[in-house]
């Protein structure tokens, strides 16, 4: 089988899993159909999208993100001090929060880049210290948002979700560069190869600066939709985006090994994954043993991922 | 070629790094150049010692095991709740069961990152999480019941001719491991897997089994781990294992593992431990905010690795 084909199959595979899913939770929703039940259901999609497409910018340059939840949880809560006001406040304390979750992302890429730390142990630690200012910032959650632009970005425009419509618009923003333009071909090539890439007169460095920074900004952009969505700052969010985001990717069928995958696999996969938990909610499982079905989810997820390695007629191939 | 030191420089780094924070914990703190307070430390340090002696196993391979934190907690309200049961055999039961449930884990693990070629980061994860879901619904909200056996308890917080219990397992623990990973064929191949998976797989060697033994050795080990907390406490408590996740990956990892595998020595995984210990220690000790600690050690553990990583790459 081709690459193309396997990757059109896992396409397919992900769309038809996430069409079924959502045709099971309308189903068993109490209010069915409604504008109202896919809004909601949208709005919370979109915050675990928006972070799988951060975890996806690490994870194609072959990296992994694990202070993802600790950017999240610290650009939300500066939000909750920053995005409220006159509009010029609220815009300027929009970019205030998009430049921190860029700079926590960039320094992630320093330190990986310069530092030569591999970037699970270095984000592990960087998460720590992210963290800590979260909640040294802000010990409880709290604060404000501007409420007119939280309704405007999670409501609805003629019966679409507001945020389906964002979210629409970020995939085709990224992901047309990110196979039309140098930096985003860059990154492909690091993922695939770092030693080719450099033989190749790539500029490595750059490309995984600017894959971490990324990451940061799509870390501060959930922040931000999370923000609008809860209207306050919560230093605690951070752990379950960490986890989820990496599941969502993996999911998806992006390889944590990098250099390949789109933005929208990461998208369909955090989709899939809050359908499931929403799925769980209304189909009564008991809230206490939640976190054994959402890890019982990904375990057969990526199992059903897998089951390739079991078949691949050639051992040697399974080593690659 | 410079001359080849018996010990790796670094930790001969970490174990300086030890030093500082005992000699600047005396000076400023106060109690620290006390022998009950370093004895403390050196019970306190071997859970953590052992934890990591285990992971540094499955990390020499290039895999981690990120589900330890709810073994270590399963085996712990296994081993409370038939420790505490009222028929003795049941009581004497409670050790083996205790162990065999962080083997077992560990199996799992083994097998599915082994044969299926899962990311073990992502599958662990998983299992952890299933872990968690299956301790608190079986437990409800409320704290495990029943008390750790009175073997357990003597390991963990007796001590012989002053030494405490617990260093003394984690010093046996440790004598084995360093045997596996030194003296036997399974630690060669460790090093080899991390190094090369193909190459071993070309050479005629089944990295299967030696990926499958270093889980189940890793689950064990956790299990254990989770016992002698068990009799540490005599309780169980649910999130009893969150606490060592960060530090055991960088104890391992500030011992000189590459968490990619393939390279690492055992001395500086204990001296890792040690030094990890003590960090957390003197951070408990001066009356900061439990952010501010999570902060002061994330830049540390952060500045020992880009000091290391630029050690390597001068040398």
Same mark, same amino acid.
């Given at each position: 089988? @081709?690459?193309?084909?396997?990757?059109?199959?896992?396409?397919?595979?992900?769309?038809?899993?996430?069409?079924?899913?959502?045709?099971?939770?309308?189903?068993?929703?109490?209010?069915?159909?409604?504008?109202?039940?896919?809004?909601? =259901?949208?709005?919370?999609?979109?915050?675990?999208?928006?972070?799988?497409?951060?975890?996806?910018?690490?994870?194609?340059?072959?990296?992994?993100?694990?202070?993802?939840?600790?950017?999240?949880?610290?650009?939300?809560?500066?939000?909750?001090?920053?995005?409220?006001? @006159?509009?010029?406040?609220?815009?300027?304390?929009?970019?205030?929060?998009?430049?921190?979750?860029?700079?926590?992302?960039?320094?992630?890429?320093?330190?990986?880049?310069?530092?030569?730390?591999?970037?699970?142990?270095?984000?592990?630690?960087?998460?720590?210290?992210?963290?800590?200012?979260?909640?040294? =910032?802000?010990?409880?959650?709290?604060?404000?948002?501007?409420?007119?632009?939280?309704?405007?970005?999670?409501?609805?425009?003629?019966?679409?979700?507001?945020?389906?419509?964002?979210?629409?618009?970020?995939?085709?923003?990224? /992901?047309?560069?990110?196979?039309?333009?140098?930096?985003?071909?860059?990154?492909?090539?690091?993922?695939?190869?770092?030693?080719?890439?450099?033989?190749?007169?790539?500029?490595?460095?750059?490309?995984?600066?600017?894959?971490?920074?990324?990451?940061?900004?799509?870390?501060?952009? *959930?922040?931000?939709?999370?923000?609008?969505? @809860?209207?306050?700052?919560?230093?605690?969010?951070?752990?379950?985006? @960490?986890?989820?985001?990496?599941?969502?990717?993996?999911?998806?069928?992006?390889?944590? *090994?990098?250099?390949?995958?789109?933005?929208?696999?990461?998208?369909?996969?955090?989709?899939?994954?809050?359908?499931? /938990?929403?799925?769980?909610?209304?189909?009564?499982?008991?809230?206490?043993?939640?976190?054994?079905?959402?890890?019982?989810?990904?375990?057969?997820?990526?199992?059903?991922?897998?089951?390739?390695?079991?078949?691949?007629?050639?051992?040697?191939?399974?080593?690659? | 070629?410079?001359?080849?030191?018996?010990?790796?420089?670094?930790?001969?780094?970490?174990?300086?790094?030890?030093?500082?924070?005992?000699?600047?914990?005396?000076?400023?703190?106060?109690?620290?150049?006390?022998?009950?307070?370093?004895?403390?430390?050196?019970?306190?340090?071997?859970?953590?010692?052992?934890?990591?002696?285990?992971?540094?196993?499955?990390?020499?391979?290039?895999?981690?095991?990120?589900?330890?934190?709810?073994?270590?907690?399963?085996?712990?309200?296994?081993?409370?709740?038939?420790?505490?049961?009222?028929?003795?055999?049941?009581?004497?039961?409670?050790?083996?069961?205790?162990?065999?449930?962080?083997?077992?884990?560990?199996?799992?693990?083994?097998?599915?990152?082994?044969?299926?070629?899962?990311?073990?980061?992502?599958?662990? %994860?998983?299992?952890?999480?299933? %872990?968690?879901?299956?301790?608190?619904?079986?437990?409800?909200?409320?704290?495990?019941?029943?008390?750790?056996?009175?073997?357990?308890?003597?390991?963990?917080?007796?001590?012989?001719?002053?030494?405490?219990?617990?260093?003394?397992?984690?010093?046996?623990?440790?004598?084995?491991?360093?045997?596996?990973?030194?003296?036997?064929?399974?630690?060669?191949?460790?090093?080899?897997?991390?190094?090369?998976?193909?190459?071993?797989?070309?050479?005629?060697?089944?990295?299967?089994?030696? &990926?499958? %033994?270093?889980?189940?050795?890793?689950?064990?080990?956790?299990?254990?781990?989770?016992?002698?907390?068990?009799?540490?406490?005599?309780?169980?408590?649910?999130?009893?294992?969150?606490?060592? %996740?960060?530090?055991?990956?960088?104890?391992?990892? &500030?011992?000189?593992?590459?968490?990619?595998?393939?390279?690492?020595?055992?001395?500086?995984?204990?001296?890792?431990?040690?030094?990890?210990?003590?960090?957390?220690?003197?951070?408990?000790?001066?009356?900061?905010?439990?952010?501010?600690?999570?902060?002061?050690?994330?830049?540390?553990?952060?500045?020992?690795?880009?000091?290391?990583?630029?050690?390597?790459?001068?040398?």
């Amino acid at each position: 089988m @081709t690459g193309m084909d396997r990757r059109r199959r896992r396409l397919l595979l992900v769309v038809v899993a996430l069409v079924v899913l959502f045709a099971a939770f309308i189903l068993t929703h109490p209010r069915g159909f409604s504008v109202y039940v896919v809004t909601i =259901w949208a709005n919370q999609g979109v915050l675990l999208a928006l972070a799988a497409i951060a975890q996806f910018f690490v994870v194609i340059v072959r990296g992994i993100d694990l202070s993802i939840g600790s950017i999240i949880a610290l650009t939300n809560v500066a939000a909750s001090y920053l995005v409220f006001g @006159t509009p010029g406040e609220i815009a300027f304390g929009i970019v205030v929060v998009l430049a921190l979750g860029v700079l926590c992302g960039f320094l992630n890429g320093l330190v990986v880049v310069f530092g030569r730390v591999e970037p699970i142990v270095a984000t592990l630690a960087t998460g720590a210290i992210y963290g800590g200012i979260a909640l040294l =910032w802000r010990p409880i959650p709290g604060g404000e948002i501007d409420d007119t632009l939280g309704d405007l970005l999670t409501y609805d425009v003629n019966g679409v979700p507001t945020s389906l419509i964002v979210l629409v618009v970020v995939l085709v923003a990224i /992901s047309i560069p990110l196979r039309r333009t140098r930096i985003g071909l860059s990154m492909l090539a690091v993922g695939s190869s770092e030693q080719s890439a450099f033989l190749t007169g790539i500029q490595v460095r750059v490309a995984k600066l600017v894959a971490y920074s990324l990451a940061g900004l799509f870390g501060a952009l *959930t922040a931000l939709y999370i923000a609008f969505v @809860t209207l306050t700052g919560d230093p605690a969010i951070g752990p379950a985006y @960490t986890l989820n985001s990496i599941a969502a990717v993996v999911l998806g069928g992006v390889p944590l *090994t990098g250099g390949v995958g789109a933005p929208l696999l990461a998208v369909l996969g955090a989709l899939i994954l809050k359908t499931i /938990s929403s799925l769980m909610f209304f189909t009564g499982i008991p809230p206490l043993a939640q976190s054994f079905f959402e890890g019982l989810v990904l375990a057969v997820a990526i199992g059903i991922g897998a089951i390739d390695a079991l078949r691949s007629r050639s051992k040697l191939k399974v080593y690659e | 070629m410079p001359k080849r030191l018996p010990v790796d420089p670094s930790v001969l780094l970490i174990l300086a790094g030890c030093v500082i924070i005992v000699a600047v914990g005396g000076i400023f703190i106060g109690n620290f150049f006390t022998s009950a307070y370093l004895l403390q430390q050196l019970q306190i340090a071997s859970f953590l010692g052992i934890l990591a002696a285990g992971a540094m196993l499955v990390i020499l391979l290039g895999h981690i095991d990120l589900s330890f934190p709810w073994t270590l907690t399963g085996s712990a309200i296994i081993v409370t709740t038939i420790g505490g049961a009222t028929s003795s055999w049941l009581q004497d039961l409670a050790i083996p069961l205790g162990l065999a449930f962080g083997l077992l884990i560990g199996l799992i693990n083994g097998v599915v990152v082994a044969k299926l070629r899962i990311p073990s980061m992502v599958w662990t %994860l998983a299992v952890n999480s299933m %872990l968690l879901g299956i301790a608190i619904y079986y437990q409800g909200e409320h704290r495990p019941q029943g008390q750790a056996p009175e073997l357990v308890k003597t390991l963990a917080v007796g001590s012989t001719f002053g030494v405490p219990n617990a260093f003394l397992t984690w010093v046996a623990v440790s004598a084995a491991v360093l045997w596996l990973i030194r003296g036997t064929r399974f630690g060669r191949l460790l090093f080899a897997i991390g190094n090369n998976e193909k190459a071993v797989f070309l050479a005629g060697a089944r990295p299967e089994r030696t &990926i499958i %033994l270093a889980f189940a050795l890793a689950g064990l080990l956790a299990g254990f781990v989770g016992i002698l907390l068990a009799g540490y406490a005599n309780q169980a408590y649910q999130g009893m294992g969150n606490p060592y %996740l960060m530090p055991t990956i960088a104890a391992v990892v &500030i011992g000189g593992t590459s968490i990619l595998g393939g390279r690492g020595n055992y001395a500086g995984t204990f001296a890792g431990a040690l030094f990890v210990t003590l960090l957390l220690s003197a951070l408990s000790v001066i009356q900061i905010s439990e952010a501010t600690r999570q902060i002061i050690f994330g830049v540390l553990i952060l500045a020992m690795l880009i000091l290391d990583g630029l050690r390597r790459r001068d040398a």
